[in-house]
């Protein structure tokens, strides 16, 4: 079955840096597009960044030039780089994996930025 396992959330301080980890199973990875969403409080949930299967990159523009989205094929991993938190980056963090008509999404884990 498909399977995502999130690592990297946590408590940062405003201006540290997170780097949040997806490792997927059960899918062939390298076809997929992949993304990361994110969920605050009372709010909608929002794309934070998305990579294709051959790595074109696009962003929210309330990350651009802090936030970095990469992949490993060979380690079935998207990677999500986080620098210059904010406290408005607090939400909880989604991995997404979508290959028309299957989507597939991560448990989420938390990140907090706050002092």
């Known amino acids: 079955q498909v399977q995502f396992v999130e690592s990297g959330g946590g408590l940062v301080q405003p201006g540290g840096s997170l780097r949040l980890s997806c490792a997927a199973s059960?899918?062939?990875?390298?076809?997929?597009?992949m993304g990361w969403y994110r969920q605050a409080p009372g709010k909608q949930r929002e794309l934070v960044a998305g990579?294709?299967?051959?790595?074109?990159?696009n962003y929210a523009d309330s990350v651009k030039g802090r936030f970095t989205i990469s992949r490993d094929n060979a380690k079935n991993t998207v990677y999500l780089q986080m620098n210059s938190l904010k406290p408005e980056d607090t939400a909880v963090y989604y991995c997404?994996?979508?290959?028309?008509?299957?989507?597939?999404w991560g448990q989420g884990t938390q990140v907090t930025v706050s002092s």
């Open positions: 059960g899918i062939i990875f390298n076809i997929y597009a």
């Open positions: 997404n994996a979508l290959y028309n008509p299957k989507d597939y």
């Open positions: 990579i294709t299967s051959n790595g074109f990159t």
